[in-house]
């Protein structure tokens, strides 16, 4: 019998939903969480702001890093305390789980890049505008160190059933509220479904390099806002589009947020739907 799929941060969005599909896969698998306990396959308590506490299985053959703390403004707000987390540590597990036989899959972003043009390539240079994006392109350009095998899976931005904006945004329109979207902050939509079986799909074959994940287009949220209010038969009027400069400061407000997704479209065979089509499968779950 093989080793499992070690799934760390098995209790977050993705690492849920990845446990998920190993288990319909037949694929055995481990999962860690901050709190421990029993989960499908088995669960390890790992925090990864306590290494000292972390409970690792012995052996492994694919390693998923689905935790970090995510948030920007909380990394922008408190880069030392993210930084232990989302750099150093991860490093640090990298090795732990490299000595251990397993092949290190570490989730990035589209933020180690700028968002000056569209479609970034893969090996484009990385130049990240935000907190959050500078300790993921760290983590990138370090992890060879830390692991004799990785793949790097760049995420553009990932949608599903639970995330907190379209909850706030079906609410609001559910009781009549008001919806303040941005026109000039873009996002290049994923769906979760289509996420973690790629994923799943590099863990598995142990695919080694650089995947980037990402649909041809992105949208503003003022057109998703518009778009989610349509499907649900809510007033268009309840819908506010607005410059961003209007209601908050962002670290950074890309002109593009697509990446080249052309070796995941060729190799995995992973269609990538438009924004309407991963709103229909977001809403419909």
């Not at 793949?151 to 639970?162: D, G, Q, T, W, Y």
């Not at 598995?204 to 992105?218: F, Y």
């Not at 038969?233 to 697509?258: M, N, R, W, Y």
């Not at 990446?259 to 990538?272: N, V």
Request: overall charge negative; hydrophobic content about 40%.
């Amino acid at each position: 019998m093989s080793d499992p799929i070690l799934v760390v941060g098995g209790d977050g969005l993705i690492g849920r939903a990845l446990c998920l599909e190993f288990a319909e896969r037949g694929e055995g698998f481990v999962a860690t969480s901050r709190r421990g306990g029993g989960r499908e396959g088995g669960a390890h308590r790992l925090d990864l702001a306590r290494p000292e506490e972390w409970e690792l299985p012995e052996s492994c053959r694919a390693a998923v890093l689905c935790a970090a703390a995510t948030r920007l403004d909380f990394c922008r707000d408190h880069p030392g305390e993210a930084r232990r987390i989302n750099v150093e540590n991860t490093l640090k597990l990298s090795r732990a789980l490299s000595d251990r036989g397993a092949l290190v899959v570490f989730l990035s972003t589209n933020l180690v890049f700028n968002g000056d043009t569209p479609h970034t390539p893969a090996d484009a240079p990385q130049d990240p505008r935000t907190v959050y994006g500078e300790m993921k392109a760290e983590v990138e350009q370090r992890l060879s160190e830390h692991a004799e095998r990785s793949a790097i899976v760049r995420l553009s931005k990932v949608f599903s059933p639970e995330m907190p904006l379209l909850t706030d945004w079906r609410n609001a329109l559910a009781t009549g509220g008001r919806i303040d979207a941005f026109t000039d902050y873009r996002c290049a939509p994923i769906d979760l479904a289509t996420t973690v079986r790629a994923i799943a799909d590099v863990a598995v074959g142990e695919r080694e390099g650089v995947w980037q994940l990402s649909p041809a287009e992105d949208v503003s949220y003022a057109e998703v806002a518009a778009e989610v209010a349509r499907r649900l038969g809510a007033d268009p009027g309840q819908v506010h589009a607005i410059p961003s400069s209007d209601k908050t400061t962002l670290e950074h407000v890309p002109e593009h947020t697509t990446l080249d997704a052309s070796r995941a479209r060729r190799e995995l065979g992973l269609e990538f739907p438009d924004m309407p089509a991963v709103l229909d499968r977001v809403l419909e779950s």
